[in-house]
């Protein structure tokens, strides 16, 4: 069921990978997404198996549309799913949910302030600013100190565009400009992300740095599965 988990002051975070959930076929079988084709009663029992595991009295996720609006849990109303790609908390017991396909997923932990958050971030969320509008967000609630925990995702020897769309990356992020191991245009969002961290100041740890979720099926891949791809996550939560 998790990838990875840890705790960091006074929050959980977690990152789910395929294994221990309800679904069959090609989103067999912890599947998080629930647009991608599965059946919706399994992804619940899904969401719910997690949200057991992890000890949540309630599991926030967003609809993720590669932008960079910022929500908080306390300003979303029980049962509602805020269009967003950061979503924040400072809610104890309040879970905090991302879901990925090749994306990056990050988690974001207040280590002086109780806040937690988790971000998607793919090619156009590098370009738009996402990890900056999160931590602005968190920074405007008065959390300083701040750190990030980077996860699984699509790697810079893989992730093949368009020469064109490469280079309008790299323009914005250089460090995210990559080449494929098959000597084509590529980037890295993995490591577009780690730059922008760094430059805010915020001390990060590269947990994906080693992955590839295109090349391992311990995780979902958009680019290896295609429609029928499933979705895993990260988690974060306030004690
Ligand atoms: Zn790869």
Known sequence: ???????????ELAFTDRDGGSSEGPWSSLNLGTSNGDVDDLVRRNLELVSEELDVDRLVRMTQVHGAEVAWTDEVAAGEIPVADV?????????????????????????????????????????????????????????EALEAYVGPRACGRCYELPEEMADAVG??????????????????VGAGVMAQLRELGIPATDLGAHE??????RFYSYRRQGQDSGRFGAVAVIR
């Open 1 to 11: 069921m998790f990838w990875h988990r840890r705790t960091v002051g006074r929050v």
């Open 87 to 143: 979503l924040l908390t400072d809610e104890p017991g309040v879970g905090v949910l991302v879901r990925v396909a090749d994306c990056t997923p990050i988690v974001i932990v207040g280590l002086d302030e109780p806040v937690a958050g988790v971000v998607h971030c793919g090619r156009e969320g590098l370009v738009k600013g996402v990890v900056m509008a999160a931590v602005g967000s968190l920074r405007e609630r008065g959390a």
């Open 171 to 188: 323009a914005v992020v250089p460090e995210a400009r990559s080449t494929t191991s098959w000597g084509t245009p590529a980037i890295d």
């Open 212 to 217: 590839c979720t295109i090349e391992d099926e």
